[in-house]
């Protein structure tokens, strides 16, 4: 069970139960959980904010899917907290694109979920894309270059900021910066006007 107003703990000692989940130490993930709530919250509510105004799940809802799909993770080898963040970010997507695909299904299609991409993200794409196209978007930049995807989810989703989103990639702060723009540029064709 999720706790309901958990304390925020410090980066380093989320980083020793996330090592100590990795030698298989479960009881780990019952610490960590406390310490990271309030941050897959945010993470959850910056997911929504994408959303259509009426979407019927709710933040806690996402943190305890997420939460859930988390725990059950085992082959993962925790590279750091903000690998930790990415991954439960990715997830939370996951649950909002198949609950999209699960609510065109029973309309037969009509009315797909909508997201607002904010032009923080893709300078040019249409107002009113669909969470489903975004995905299948995201899907195909993955082909054509994974890391720029990457890029994408812990910057756009995740919400990590250029250092960090560096850190989590092993990558410069300038190769995060030019995968960043290139990234951008890409979506705003892909998902732009006309389309």
């Keep these: 069970m999720l706790p309901v107003n958990p304390p925020t703990g410090d980066p380093e000692q989320v980083s020793e139960l996330l090592a100590e989940w990795n030698s298989g130490n479960r009881d ?6 406390p310490l990271i709530y309030d941050e897959l919250k945010r993470q959850a509510r910056r997911h929504l904010r994408h959303e ?15 939460y859930i799909k988390l725990a059950e993770q085992r082959d993962v080898i925790w590279e750091n907290r903000a690998h930790f963040f990415w991954l439960a970010s990715e997830i939370m997507r996951r649950v909002l694109v198949d609950y999209a695909r699960g609510r065109n299904r029973k309309k037969r299609g009509a009315g797909a979920e909508m997201i607002s991409l904010d032009t923080g993200l893709a300078a040019g794409v249409r107002p009113g894309t669909d969470l489903l196209e975004l995905d299948d978007a995201l899907k195909k930049l993955e082909e054509k270059d994974r890391q720029q995807a990457k890029v994408v989810e812990l910057r756009y989703f995740a919400g990590l900021n250029v250092s960090e989103t560096a850190e989590a990639l092993g990558v ?24």
């Design 28 to 33: 780990a993930l019952e610490k960590l959980v």
């Design 52 to 66: 259509r105004a009426n979407h019927t799940l709710e933040t806690s809802a996402i943190v305890h899917e997420a």
């Design 172 to 195: 410069s702060e300038a190769t995060v910066k030019r995968d960043w723009a290139a990234a951008k540029a890409w979506l705003g064709r892909e998902l732009g006007p006309g389309k």
